[in-house]
């Protein structure tokens, strides 16, 4: 039977290894969608204002999530700065962090170009803090590597990058390579994927290096990114044959690539800000992040991308994907088998235009209207 045809759906819950769970009020209503979008475990960006770089924030920050939402397992990082000594490191292993999040410095990380250019300058949310120089962190990444903490690269140069070196993401892989070739030991996840270029340096590296996929570039492309403020995100979405590329990784079965959704949720306000003001970068799927790739996978089924005839051959790839890869790259200690799974029903659900309250603090989702599976979540 077909993917397509299915009718029911169990899964294991998904792991989302790259979410932005923000503060205050947006924190309060975005951490309430994560069991919605059929995930328990996340991994938590700290690009927060300030970003987080001590230990003490990352656990201050964590009890926060969990007072809100005790049933999913946050995974803490650090955001990558010249505070993150290597002792830093040691205590941030001795309390249970588990990444270092490395963004590119960025000057104008406020004011995207929009509509994009492929050459524009310009990383993403709150990374005027990051990193301009690795030389610099060798020592950090030396201790990461001894303590077993992840890198966790938004792989993206800054600055001017030539013509020939193709997108912001492509022109990045050398340094990839470099890291890999350097720290051997130091597990390094590029997150978010936008290239068919990305995948083959990830596939080029050995075991200690993994990628995240995001639902979002299962189904955007570039042209979508320009016309549309929220789909316009960084990476930005790039061609159809990259998109199709990552469809075909997400069902390959290879454990170095895993979901990570990189659901980043924006003010619809500022989102719908009319130019010249330029919206801020982030696509918002954590409500239907598991449904959004399922989706995915079967319009690509459709399209003669992958192949979904034997469904239960594409359950099982799909559920390494969203389950078991990235908990296994991440070494969890072994889970009690979950409590829970989820569900997927065809019901004739829609994706929600939005969450929150219109007038007040409210968040478009991503491909409202489109025809998700109903998710819930079941006993095991
Ligand atoms: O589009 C993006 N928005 N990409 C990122 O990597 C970060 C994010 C954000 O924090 O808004
Ligand atoms: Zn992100």
Redesign the pocket.
């Known amino acids: 039977m077909k993917l397509r045809d299915v009718q029911r759906l169990e899964l294991p819950p998904s792991a989302d290894m790259h979410v932005?769970l923000r503060q205050g009020a947006m924190m309060e209503l975005v951490v309430p969608q994560i069991r919605r979008g059929g995930v328990d475990t996340v991994f938590v960006?700290p690009?927060l204002q300030p970003p987080i770089t001590t230990v003490a924030q990352a656990l201050e920050y964590k009890a926060l999530l969990q007072a809100i939402e005790p049933r999913v397992t946050y995974l803490m990082s650090l955001f990558l700065h010249p505070s993150v000594t290597p002792s830093v490191i040691a205590e941030a292993a001795a309390a249970g962090i588990v990444g270092v999040k490395l963004y590119p410095q960025d000057m104008y990380a406020n004011t995207h170009a929009f509509p994009p250019s492929p050459e524009s300058t310009g990383v993403?949310?709150?990374s005027e803090n990051g990193v301009s120089s690795f030389d610099d962190f060798a020592a950090t990444f030396a201790a990461m590597e001894a303590h077993g903490l992840v890198l966790n690269l938004?792989g993206e140069a800054h600055g001017d990058v030539p013509a020939a070196a193709g997108s912001l993401e492509e022109a990045f892989l050398p340094t990839l390579a470099d890291l890999h070739a350097r720290f051997p030991r130091l597990r390094i996840v590029l997150?978010?994927c936008s290239t068919a270029g990305a995948l083959d340096a990830v596939r080029a590296c050995g075991p200690e290096v993994a990628a995240t996929i995001t639902a979002h570039h299962l189904y955007l492309t570039g042209d979508d990114s320009k016309v549309d403020p929220l789909a316009f995100?960084?990476?930005i979405p790039k061609r159809a044959s990259d998109r199709d590329a990552l469809l075909r990784a997400v069902v390959s079965g290879d454990p170095k690539f895993f979901f990570g959704s990189?659901s980043?949720p924006?003010p619809l306000a500022s989102k719908r800000a009319a130019p010249p003001a330029p919206p801020?970068?982030?696509?918002f799927t954590q409500p239907v992040a598991t449904q959004l790739v399922v989706l995915a996978v079967e319009e690509a089924a459709a399209r003669g991308v992958v192949d979904d005839a034997d469904a239960d051959a594409v359950r099982a790839r799909l559920e390494g994907f969203l389950s078991r890869h990235g908990r296994a790259f991440y070494r969890l200690p072994p889970p009690p088998p979950p409590q829970e799974a989820i569900r997927l029903e065809r019901r004739s659900e829609t994706v929600p235009a939005s969450v929150g309250t219109a007038g007040a603090l409210e968040v478009g989702v991503s491909r409202a209207g489109a025809p998700v599976f109903s998710l819930s979540w079941v006993p095991r």
């Open positions: 932005h960006m690009n993403t949310t709150n938004h997150e978010h995100c960084k990476p990189d980043a924006h801020p970068a982030g696509v």
